[in-house]
């Protein structure tokens, strides 16, 4: 990159840039927090201002931002060979990550499939599915159920087994039919039931919607443990192993997106490890290099893989490939971030910071503000109402999550809501001062903002 004249950067990403999930009309009236550097697991703007980042980057960074080991893998394996292609061809670190990946994923995991973000790891976990039903003769086998607050990325496939209807609404013509299963969101239940004495009658409207459509269903995808971009939604115990059993009892293929939960986040390498759910297919992405670039993997049985075997002029080829997969550069450093996974102990260590913060956690119930408090591991959302009594929410127009997390950028977090959902998701590596900090500056902001300035 040339010398660039910062006074000149607001101005020209304001004129040039398209920011995703942002209301440009709105972002182009305010000023535009540019990040230039990064330093443990702080972020810093072009005026020298620092900022520890309580999102990890989207749910991404691991031993925070200028971590020797991983800069180290980007480099040298950049001067061996930044990039050649997997179509036809292998490249060394592809082969030693694939190898890696299928001796930590659930048992019975066998064949990587790369790719370069989650919702490519989720679009080629759908055709994987569905091709493999063709191939086995069953033709009908066409459906997936999904879950309603489900998110699994932004292509249309992924849309489409998506159950956020702000985001998947408008795109439905353009869709294919997926069924969806009630969302485990207990706090508003939506069989208005409580917790505390329901039986999982979601699990039975899912089962019964499974037995009905059985024949022309081919799989199930939902996000174990923690719906992330829904809302921080922690399924309730004992929920996603249901789910699997009647997926499995009914002979679907049950594919687990670990996009957001997969790499420790939960405090089980997988989320699949609380319940011990064996899918049939793992979709991962974000945290697996440490968040430093992008790749992602979909993993999956012998059944699977062998149903696609056969000569080259029976056409059962899958025919599926992005120009990026299987980046050598990227799974280096993917190799590098599982290394000092193992290394650093880090599982212990984000199980330390998930008791810390679910004793910090506490004192957020006694703001008036706060209807429900959420974590699964290090996956935080604190939902804010207008009223804790009825949990009304707030009028939209309010933008109470916005303004939280602004005002928590005054003190130096950077935070990113969903809705009036605040959502605290660090490094996974975080020290617990740091994150002591993130949870102080967080509750203040809320305080601020629902308490002092309404
Ligand atoms: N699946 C899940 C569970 C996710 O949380 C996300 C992203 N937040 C995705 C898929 C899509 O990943 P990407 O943004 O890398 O396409």
Redesign the pocket.
Known sequence: MEPYEKSKLSEWDKEYVWHPFTQMKEYVEGEPLIIERGEGFYLIDTEGRRYIDGTSS??VNVFGYTKEELKRAIIEQTERLPHSTLLGLANVPSIILAKKLVEIVPRGLKKVFYSD??????EIALKMTYHFWQLKGEKKRKYFVSFRNG?????LG?VSVGGIDLFHKVYRPLLFKSYKAPSPYCYRCPLKLSRNKCTMECVSIFEHMVLEHKDELCGVII?PYVQ??GGIIVQPEGFISKIWRITKENKLIFIA?????GFGRTGTLFACEKENIIPDII?L??SMTGGYL?L?ATITTEEIYNAFLGRYEEFKTFFHGHTYTGNPIACNLALANLELFEKENLLAKIRERIEFAKKELVRFNDLSHVGDVRQGGLMIGIELVQNKKDKKAYPPEKKMGQRVILKAREKGLILRPLGDVIVIMPPLAIDEKTLKRILDITFESIYEVTEKET
């Open positions: 989207i749910w973000n989650g919702s490519t790891a989720v998110y699994h990325g932004d292509t992924a996000e992330g971009a997106d670990e996009v957001a939960t979709c992405s974000k992008p992602a």
